[in-house]
């Protein structure tokens, strides 16, 4: 079975892993989120459900009843406990959702040379051996918190270091300029990782 070469994009908020997973896509490239696999678990999936309702009652609800993203962020992100037994219950899915997408494309009559995975955490879980390649994305603090609208702050701390995951990445940027300069640097990887399939 000819596999695709699995390829994931990490960094911090925003860095501009989204906007790099989208020009990928324009390269041809089959693409699959992370968050939005956990945006679907936390909406669909009936064992998540119960299990975050369990543990911590209606105040994970909202009106209609359903999941509340915005409620369960304010209880795991005071709360690195809970912040953990999410993460345990979330990203074993994950990983399982992802990696059924990757099988689904070796199985095609003509896979893609290359499918690409947003994973935030990526070194934090040591989800890097289930990757061929990783692209690496940073921006300085206070661009990441213009373009997430979000204050960076001691969440952070658990992280694996912006240099260090630059250092570790196959391909890494410093993505401070255009969309067109990150679209730029997303095809000059598309194209060493397509020659690295076809010289193999």
């Not at 998540?48 to 359903?66: C, M, T």
């Not at 995975?117 to 692209?135: N, W």
Request: charged share 30%; aromatic share 6%.
């Amino acid at each position: 079975m000819a596999r695709p070469l699995a390829v994931a994009i990490t960094g911090g908020v925003g860095a501009g892993k989204s906007e790099a997973l989208k020009a990928f896509a324009r390269l041809g490239a089959p693409t699959i989120s992370s968050d939005e696999i956990v945006h679907r678990l936390l909406r669909e999936d009936d064992e998540v459900r119960r299990a975050i309702v369990e543990r911590w009652g209606d105040r994970a609800l909202d009106e209609a009843g359903q999941i509340d993203r915005q409620a369960i962020g304010k209880i795991v992100f005071a709360d690195r406990d809970e912040l953990a037994w999410l993460e345990g219950l979330l990203h074993p899915r994950v990983v399982r959702e992802y990696l059924a997408w990757r099988e689904e494309l070796a199985g095609l009559p003509s896979p893609p040379a290359l499918c690409v995975t947003e994973v935030p955490l990526l070194y934090e879980v040591g989800g890097e051996i289930r990757f061929d390649a990783v692209v690496a994305l940073t921006a300085p603090r206070k661009l990441r918190e213009a373009r997430g609208r979000v204050v960076v702050d001691d969440r952070e701390s658990r992280l694996v270091p912006e240099k260090e995951k630059l250092e570790r990445a196959d391909f890494s940027y410093v993505n401070t300029g255009t969309i067109e300069e990150l679209e730029e640097f997303v095809r000059g990887v598309a194209g060493a990782l397509e020659a690295r399939v076809s010289a193999s």
